[in-house]
């Protein structure tokens, strides 16, 4: 029987204190699925860079962040950062294409909803079948 889908909200403050705290909070999330120690350190560097890029392009003193998940992919959406790139500076767009680059190295999809100024950047990681020990490759 497959699990229902779940959902958690939090809102941290913007500050890099936290993202320790963020990689704590995934780890816990992705554990409690099937994912891999690799893929659980891969959705832990793609959290992290997603909220300090959220540090530099987030103007509320907070950050939201959803997790929804199921049994077989975890999705994270951080909420209302300026990703349309209208409002950062030379520096923080480069800063801000590096992290993209990253996350997208690490995770199955990346995706962005805009509405008004701000974007919700959307991370997906897909739970990997895992080969039974002695079944053919």
Known sequence: MEKKAEKIHIEL???????????????????????????VDDLKIAAE?????????????????????SSDELTIIFRDLILPRAGLD???KKEQDYSVFIINAVVDE??????DDTSDLIILKRVKAVEKKGSPA
Do not use: W
């Not at 860079?49 to 998940?69: G, R, S």
């Open 90 to 92: 030379d520096n923080q």
């Open 49 to 69: 860079e997603a909220y300090l890029m959220a540090i530099n392009c987030c103007f509320n003193p907070t950050q939201k962040i959803d997790f929804d998940f």
């Open 110 to 115: 990346v995706g962005a909803e805009s509405k």
């Open 13 to 39: 403050p913007i500050s890099e204190e936290y993202a320790h705290f963020l990689r704590l909070m995934v780890s816990g999330i992705a554990s409690r699925m099937d994912f891999s120690l690799d893929e």
